[in-house]
């Protein structure tokens, strides 16, 4: 028990300490890597659903506006409550959406850490503060996200009740000669 609460706060610590790095960097830090990109992200309140063009049901969506504008399926893979309120939950995503007019998908993983008043079972109550890290999955974008790599970083505005982002977009020079290395990564 120990242990897990050990690589818990360890995790929960370097999560917080790259989001940091990341939301803080200057535009051409991130811009090395890609083009910067910001925006907000909502609760879906109807317009996403959670049946996705593809037939996947996923857990529950997200809608983003700003620079990506669209939605975010969410598929989660584990969750665990820890010691004091901390939760921890991963899995994949994808996005239906659009950037600069270009329409497509991709795919991403994403690890979200959070503090709560309460986490037991997997009920959580009085979310105090969160974030996550969305590195998106190579190869997986497709028409105008062909190509696309990445990463998305939200930080929770706990009263405000949404979750602001930012992160990076790189194309290839060349989309249509990308070929995917991880397909049976984003393949159900």
């Not at 969410?74 to 959406?97: H, L, Q």
């Amino acid at each position: 028990m120990k242990r897990r609460l050990t690589l818990l706060v360890i995790t929960m610590l370097a999560v917080v300490a790259l989001t940091s790095v990341v939301l803080t960097a200057p535009a051409p830090v991130l811009a090395e890597d890609g083009t910067q990109i910001m925006g907000l992200g909502e609760v879906d309140d109807g317009d996403c659903g959670t049946a996705t063009p593809f037939g996947q049901e996923a857990d529950f969506s997200n809608k983003l506006s700003g620079d990506l504008t669209g939605c975010l399926y969410v598929f989660v893979d584990s969750f665990e409550c820890g010691p004091e309120g901390f939760y921890v939950e991963t899995g994949v995503e994808t996005f239906v959406g659009e950037y600069n007019g270009e329409s497509g998908t991709f795919w991403t993983t994403y690890v979200f850490i959070a503090k709560f008043e309460s986490c037991t079972d997997g009920v959580l109550e009085g979310q105090i503060s969160g974030g996550c890290y969305h590195p998106i999955i190579p190869g997986s974008g497709t028409e105008g996200f062909k190509g696309v790599s990445g990463r998305l970083v939200f930080i929770d505005d706990v009263e405000a009740g949404n979750f602001p982002y930012a992160g990076n977009l790189a194309f290839p020079a060349d989309a249509e000669e990308v070929e995917s290395e991880h397909a049976e990564d984003i393949e159900e």
